[in-house]
């Protein structure tokens, strides 16, 4: 069975951490976006086949799986600016939102969920 590829909107900590370890278990990183910082390019670096993208919109339109691994802050944001896609998995991973920060991504048809 194909594993559907993965991406990541935000590379600090958690999201290179993630990153790396579903690339180890076999799941197909293959994007990241992360707005005026180096830690894309670290984080693509560590993952085979993991391009850096200037623009979070690419990764939703490349990836199956979405991993919202932003500063709280930034999670309702890009949860309402971007174009999500019927089907997709949009997960966040911040402690202190709830998964109704992503019900722009719900209205689009993608499932959401989170985890901390």
């Known amino acids: 069975m194909k594993k559907q590829k993965v991406g990541f909107i935000g590379a600090g900590k958690v999201g290179t951490a993630l990153a790396a ?3 180890k278990g076999g799941y197909p990183v293959i994007a990241v976006a992360d707005t005026g910082s180096p830690s894309a390019q670290k984080l693509a670096d ?3 086949g993991c391009q850096v993208f200037g623009s979070a919109q690419r990764v939703v339109d490349k990836a199956e799986h979405i991993f919202i691994t932003t ?3 930034f999670i309702s944001k890009v949860a309402s600016e971007l174009t ?5 998995n949009v997960v966040h991973c911040s402690g202190a ?3 109704d920060i992503l ?3 719900e209205r689009s048809g993608a499932r959401v969920g989170s985890f901390h």
């Open 71 to 73: 500063p709280d802050d």
């Open 46 to 48: 560590l993952v085979p």
């Open 103 to 105: 019900e722009p991504a």
């Open 21 to 23: 370890r579903l690339s």
């Open 84 to 88: 999500w896609h019927p089907g997709q």
């Open 97 to 99: 939102a709830s998964i």
